[in-house]
């Protein structure tokens, strides 16, 4: 264990140090129990980067009560306070076990359907997401609609039994897996943009719709375009009141406020630990003024990890007084995507050759997964709102600057 004053820094309880001990105690042996026994039966397939494997754990949880952590009872969930769901949320992320592949289903479509669904919509779609046998996916986002979504040109047009769905969706996480997706749509042209849209259930597994992964950088393909070309959604679908989507597709963003960026923030720290060591392991006595230059870099991203917990404490603690989402959020997301960036670049920095031939999970795990939590955090600064957009929303909103031209 490295003792340098420099690169001091404790590992665990990052977000509620002593905090909510009996529970966190119980539910760190399950994790731990089972996170290891799991990785035990898939023997050299147990990639965390591989969605087989992360869809065979979420799967794993699901079926062993896992789930649902805030849903009321009646609707088999366990109705725990946002507490302790982060609390689960950290001590999952500490046991290393990896992101499921159906968080759009258990994060934002579950509660949404708990807030705004009607009961038969209820009893309809949240068994599926408990169960995790229905995976779900979001179809915001088109290729003239990202940052100004409401821009967006997919047309539902109503029939005898509820809509005939045509457009173009693009970058729709997990779309190739997906058997449902919740989409935002036009039901009228003549309404002002945010006025006009609809949000509405869609089951992928039709004739009308068409997906087609895209490659990414990490060589995956985890988002794809997805094509609906008179793709049929039942009026029983339609969630809310027809044209009030924006509304409800706003309210659906904020409900992973306060466990969102938990497990993202164990990660960093992970990752800095092991940075850590690195540099502890090159430092040779006589030789400080070769890595104090890496100390200094290191001690930054140390810095940075403590205030984004910090910023997480205060995001949880709003949100647990019930607090509307604010825009401090943006600053949480520009924090962490830009500082993982550079914590990601100092990492493959430190692994030099390590990185350009970790190729090959089996022989060197380390670099494999550096390099692919490097190339994947690109998308960190653009998914769910650009930095820029950010920036533009602390600058308006936060500093109450006036808004750009
Ligand atoms: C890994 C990943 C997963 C995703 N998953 C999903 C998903 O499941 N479902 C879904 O619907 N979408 C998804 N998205 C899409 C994501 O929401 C959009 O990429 C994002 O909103 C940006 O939109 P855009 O890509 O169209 O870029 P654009 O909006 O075209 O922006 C292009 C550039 O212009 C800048 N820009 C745009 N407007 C402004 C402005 N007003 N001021 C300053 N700069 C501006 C942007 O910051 C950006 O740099 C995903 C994206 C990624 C990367």
């Given at each position: 264990m490295n003792t340098q004053p420099g690169l001091a820094c404790s590992q665990k309880d990052i977000l509620f140090p002593d905090d909510d001990d009996e529970f966190r105690v119980i539910v760190r042996e399950w994790l731990t129990a089972h996170y290891t026994l799991f990785k035990v039966q898939w023997g050299d397939q147990a990639d965390p980067r591989s969605l087989v494997f992360r869809r065979g754990w979420e799967d794993h949880l699901c079926s062993n009560g896992m789930a649902g952590l805030g849903w009321p009872e009646q609707y088999g969930g366990h109705a725990l306070d946002l507490r302790r769901q982060a609390v689960f949320h950290e001590e999952h992320a500490l046991c290393g076990a990896p992101l499921g592949i159906n968080l759009i289903g258990h994060g934002i479509l579950a509660p949404t359907l708990l807030h705004f669904g009607t009961e038969a919509q209820k009893r309809s779609h949240l068994p599926g997401i408990l169960s995790n046998q229905v995976i779900w996916c979001q179809g915001y986002s088109e290729p003239g609609a990202g940052s100004d979504l409401a821009a967006l040109r997919t047309r539902a047009e109503a029939t005898a039994t509820g809509y005939r769905l045509n457009g173009h969706k693009i970058w729709t996480s997990f779309a190739d897996q997906a058997d449902w997706c919740f989409v935002l749509a036009r039901t009228d042209l003549n309404a002002p943009r945010h006025r006009g849209l609809s949000f509405m259930l869609v089951n992928?597994?039709?004739?009308?719709v068409r997906v087609s992964p895209i490659r990414q950088l990490t060589g995956e393909a985890e988002f794809c375009e997805v094509f609906f070309d008179n793709a049929e959604v039942r009026r029983e679908d339609l969630v809310g009141e027809e044209n009030q989507g924006w509304k409800i597709a706003m309210a659906a963003a904020s409900?992973?406020?306060?466990?969102?960026f938990i497990p993202r923030l164990v990660r960093f720290h992970q990752e800095l630990m092991q940075i850590r060591q690195w540099i502890a392991d090159r430092q040779q006595p006589g030789e400080h003024a070769q890595t104090s230059s890496l100390v200094r870099r290191w001690s930054r991203l140390a810095v940075d990890s403590h205030v984004l917990a910090l910023k997480s404490r205060r995001a949880l603690a709003s949100a647990v007084s019930g607090e509307p989402p604010g825009p401090l959020g943006s600053s949480t997301k520009v924090h962490w995507s830009e500082a993982h960036q550079t914590l990601l670049a100092l990492a493959l920095e430190l692994l030099g050759s390590r990185a350009c031939l970790s190729a090959s999970f089996a022989d060197d795990e380390e670099a494999a997964l550096f390099t692919h939590a490097f190339l994947w955090s690109k998308a960190e600064t653009i998914l769910a709102g650009t930095s820029e957009i950010q920036r533009n929303i602390i600058a308006e909103k936060v500093l109450g600057l006036p808004k750009g031209a």
């Amino acid at each position: 264990m490295n003792t340098q004053p420099g690169l001091a820094c404790s590992q665990k309880d990052i977000l509620f140090p002593d905090d909510d001990d009996e529970f966190r105690v119980i539910v760190r042996e399950w994790l731990t129990a089972h996170y290891t026994l799991f990785k035990v039966q898939w023997g050299d397939q147990a990639d965390p980067r591989s969605l087989v494997f992360r869809r065979g754990w979420e799967d794993h949880l699901c079926s062993n009560g896992m789930a649902g952590l805030g849903w009321p009872e009646q609707y088999g969930g366990h109705a725990l306070d946002l507490r302790r769901q982060a609390v689960f949320h950290e001590e999952h992320a500490l046991c290393g076990a990896p992101l499921g592949i159906n968080l759009i289903g258990h994060g934002i479509l579950a509660p949404t359907l708990l807030h705004f669904g009607t009961e038969a919509q209820k009893r309809s779609h949240l068994p599926g997401i408990l169960s995790n046998q229905v995976i779900w996916c979001q179809g915001y986002s088109e290729p003239g609609a990202g940052s100004d979504l409401a821009a967006l040109r997919t047309r539902a047009e109503a029939t005898a039994t509820g809509y005939r769905l045509n457009g173009h969706k693009i970058w729709t996480s997990f779309a190739d897996q997906a058997d449902w997706c919740f989409v935002l749509a036009r039901t009228d042209l003549n309404a002002p943009r945010h006025r006009g849209l609809s949000f509405m259930l869609v089951n992928m597994r039709q004739p009308g719709v068409r997906v087609s992964p895209i490659r990414q950088l990490t060589g995956e393909a985890e988002f794809c375009e997805v094509f609906f070309d008179n793709a049929e959604v039942r009026r029983e679908d339609l969630v809310g009141e027809e044209n009030q989507g924006w509304k409800i597709a706003m309210a659906a963003a904020s409900y992973e406020r306060g466990t969102y960026f938990i497990p993202r923030l164990v990660r960093f720290h992970q990752e800095l630990m092991q940075i850590r060591q690195w540099i502890a392991d090159r430092q040779q006595p006589g030789e400080h003024a070769q890595t104090s230059s890496l100390v200094r870099r290191w001690s930054r991203l140390a810095v940075d990890s403590h205030v984004l917990a910090l910023k997480s404490r205060r995001a949880l603690a709003s949100a647990v007084s019930g607090e509307p989402p604010g825009p401090l959020g943006s600053s949480t997301k520009v924090h962490w995507s830009e500082a993982h960036q550079t914590l990601l670049a100092l990492a493959l920095e430190l692994l030099g050759s390590r990185a350009c031939l970790s190729a090959s999970f089996a022989d060197d795990e380390e670099a494999a997964l550096f390099t692919h939590a490097f190339l994947w955090s690109k998308a960190e600064t653009i998914l769910a709102g650009t930095s820029e957009i950010q920036r533009n929303i602390i600058a308006e909103k936060v500093l109450g600057l006036p808004k750009g031209a």
